[in-house]
């Protein structure tokens, strides 16, 4: 994403003397600090941007319509870079790094809107040489008032990257992109009351700050979802490496899926909710609980044991359809057949079901 800041300047003097002797003269814009030549951060087709400069009516006064285009490179600034004018809401997270550009101009004192449209391709001797970006958007300021002898600094404004719509006086713009997850399931088949942990490892280009979300899409009710607490397991390429896990106990034997969501995050919350556009990223996934009885079988003791590397813990509290009540309680469809040989009455036949250990 990129942010565009606007200067408001006053007229040098030479300038506000051919205003007074009723001339009309092109202001000198130009990009402010070094240049770069990509976005080596997100990789996006953003080489600089295309401002055009329009006066309006500050109070409804007449005007006489006019505007200034300019092109400008990057700078090879990373912004806010503890500057107090860019961390202002609702600009990047003081920790983030984002990249932009700087256009400062001179103008007769009056009001002004700035739109910024990230280039692909520019010239900046000729601001009519450009091609627009095929991954950041276009963005637009309030009304700017410039005033005599000032340099007016805007809010700086934010274009996302990988959607449509972008944003100078001096206007700094900045890069954002939406974070990227991986996602790790301990255990997708498991059974009723079984805990399944589910992790999600996080980084963002910008190393903004997250929120992330685990919910369920469908399938019946289960009977927790716990989430944990996001922690910072690894730190490359100037970004912090973020890990959070959550543990799922289903309660009945069915599919369910599941969601983890992760958005990047500004001073007034979702990056995605400031700018009107996607900055997140997401995978869905399935738990399936089965029904079988436990893998189970006699030691040479004559004890009903788990079977060699099973570990089957079930939740504490939540209630589970044991192998009794499955085949001898009459209430599930299974086969007569079946249910005469496995139990006496209501009573479950352990030697029938289980096989011995050895």
Known sequence: MSLLSVSRLAAPTAFAVALLAGCTTAPDGFGTGALLSTDYFGDTDVVGFH???SNVSCAGEPIVPNSW????????NIFPGMVTHVETVPDPDPDSRHLGADLFVSLEPGCYVVQATPAASLD???SAVWTPSADCSTVSSDSIEVVDGWTTEAPVLVS???GDPIGALDQTVVLNHPPVISVTIDEKYNYECETVEACVTVYDEDDDPLEISFSKLSGPAHFSLDQGTA???GFEAGHRIWRQCAQITTRFTASYEYDITVWDLGPQGRFEDVTGQ???????FPVH?????EPLCFDAGGNLVEAPGVDITRAPGCSWTDSETYYC???YAVDPVVASYLCDGSDLIEEALYPSCD
């Open 51 to 53: 401002s055009e400069v």
């Open 329 to 331: 309680s009459g209430n």
């Open 278 to 284: 996607d900055s997140h990223d997401y995978l869905h």
């Open 124 to 126: 900046t001797d000729d």
């Open 160 to 162: 996302q990257c990988v």
């Open 289 to 293: 609980t089965n029904w079988v009885e």
């Open 231 to 233: 922690e910072v397991i």
């Open 69 to 76: 285009a300019f092109n400008v490179n990057l700078a090879d």
